[in-house]
């Protein structure tokens, strides 16, 4: 079954061509490692895993990478302020990514790198602007001349015409000015001895050469998808394709895709507005990093969302009660394959995971699909939502003794012949032998009181 994606180079939905058939290459753009990342982060890093499983769905091989952004700008400012080394301050948060992740059970991609153990491979791809002349150098870096880069700005829609051509050192700029860009920042007392050295001069790298040196070594010059933040777009992306297509004459990156933002209270997060809430903060609240998972399960990654404790406290209340149902479902079944075929429509259809889960509880409630069949059905649907279904604990049905379910029975028949006074003493048995009888549209229900 064919993948659409919508690609934001074009602005368009496309049927997804993989560069080699049967195989996907993904690239993520990770965390920035120099604090406890928000739950707006997790919202991206929860697409890139549900991008990864969708193909996977559709058995794909998949090779993706995710960067570890270990120095750069944050990094170096963060551990100067804290006054403790580099490695010391990104592995800290690096190892709490992981732990992180773990808990919203996001796969582990296939290469999680670190920029700092691919320094060789940028310094080598600086080199190589510099030598075919599309960078340049200057008193405090090398810079990209964008007016020498083959359609810069095409996946911004950059208008150039008003271009002053300046210089930008930072690494995050606005789209207003698009300027000419590090991609290596010559050493300064700052940086301390966060220093590599070049044949072009000392220093470190931009981060927007990190990304594109890292895709590149791993996956070659051309790959099949790249993922970010709507953020990301410009400049960050906007650089990547510019320094690699300077650099190869290769087309780098055949789908982008970029995952809206989520705000808390309609606001952006900020650490001003106290609105910059960690998973931590939802634990403290007992909402669980799956309930959170769940949640945004239920919004398209492309439309923006909005945090509220009371929505995520619904989508927790949702994920118990499916949990419920599958741990009462009995094993054994096989999966449906009309409800399958649905499924992958849906999440085909450029990750229409809302639809997926929609159709989930549309299944719960079909009384032509056998308890086991349901069962498998979810479990199968599992390998993309990635809500551990499976380990829903089992809830055995209740063994009713036999001669209480003789009294409901005898109840039954009484109200069958509106004998209303003895159902009401059969009913008043059965309670002083401590069970209750509850009627339902489908006959009655015991259980133990
Ligand atoms: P960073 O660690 O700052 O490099 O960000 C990691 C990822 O999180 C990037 O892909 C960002 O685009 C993304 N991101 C940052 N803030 C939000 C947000 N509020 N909602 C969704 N994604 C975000
Ligand atoms: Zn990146």
Redesign the pocket.
């Known amino acids: 079954m064919e993948i659409q994606l919508y690609n934001t180079l074009t602005r368009n939905k496309e049927t997804f061509k993989p560069l080699k058939q049967g195989e996907v290459s993904i690239y ?7 604090d406890t ?9 929860i ?1 890139n895993d549900l991008i990864r499983r969708v193909f996977e769905y559709n058995d794909y091989k998949v090779d993706q990478v995710m960067n570890i ?1 270990d120095v750069d700008d ?1 990094t170096i400012r963060r551990s100067r302020e804290e006054k403790i080394p580099l490695k010391e301050l990104t592995l800290k948060y690096e190892k709490l990514f992981i732990e992180e992740s773990e808990k919203l059970n996001l796969k582990r991609p296939d290469h999680l790198i670190r920029a700092t153990e691919y320094i060789p491979a940028m310094i080598e791809l600086v080199g190589t602007l510099l030598a075919n002349g599309i960078a340049y150098k200057a008193s405090d870096g090398v810079y990209v001349n964008i007016e020498k880069v083959k359609d810069y700005g095409t996946l911004a829609k950059l208008d150039l015409s008003h271009d002053s051509h300046e210089r930008i050192a930072n690494d995050e700029y606005d789209k207003e000015n698009a300027r000419d860009f590090a991609v290596w920042k010559f050493k300064t007392p700052d940086d301390g001895d966060v220093s590599w050295d070049t044949p072009f001069g000392a220093g470190r790298p931009g981060w927007h050469i990190e990304c594109s040196a890292m895709a590149m070594n791993v996956l070659g010059p051309t790959i099949d998808i790249h ?6 777009i410009f400049p960050h992306h906007t650089n990547e394709i510019a320094q690699s297509e300077s650099a190869t004459g290769q087309p780098f990156v055949h789908y982008w895709l ?6 808390v209270s309609d606001e ?2 900020a650490k001003s507005k106290k609105n910059f809430l960690k998973l931590g903060d939802l634990l403290d609240e007992t909402i669980s990093p799956l309930a959170y998972r769940y949640w945004l399960l239920t919004a398209h990654y492309r439309s923006p969302v909005n945090f509220t404790f009371e929505a995520v406290r619904a989508a927790q209340t949702a994920l118990i009660r499916l949990l419920q149902l599958v741990g009462t479902y009995p094993e054994g079944g096989k999966i449906d394959s009309s409800y399958k075929n649905r499924f992958q429509e849906f999440i085909n259809d450029d990750l229409d995971v809302p639809q997926a889960i929609a159709l989930a509880w549309e299944l719960v409630k079909d009384s032509n699909v056998s308890e086991p069949d349901k069962r498998a059905t979810l479990i199968d649907f599992d390998k993309v939502f990635g809500l551990k279904l499976d380990s829903a604990p089992r809830i055995e049905e209740e063994k009713i003794p036999e001669e209480i379910v003789a009294l409901a029975e005898a109840r039954e028949e009484a109200r069958q012949t509106k004998d209303w006074k003895k159902a009401d003493a059969l009913r008043h048995e059965i309670e002083s032998r401590g069970f209750t009888i509850k009627d339902e549209t489908t006959g009655f229900k015991l259980r133990s009181s």
């Open positions: 993520n753009c990770g965390p920035t490692v120099y990342p928000h739950i707006g982060n997790y919202r991206t890093f697409m952004t944050k993922t970010g933040g709507i953020d990301l970029h995952g809206a933002f989520m705000t952006k997060m």
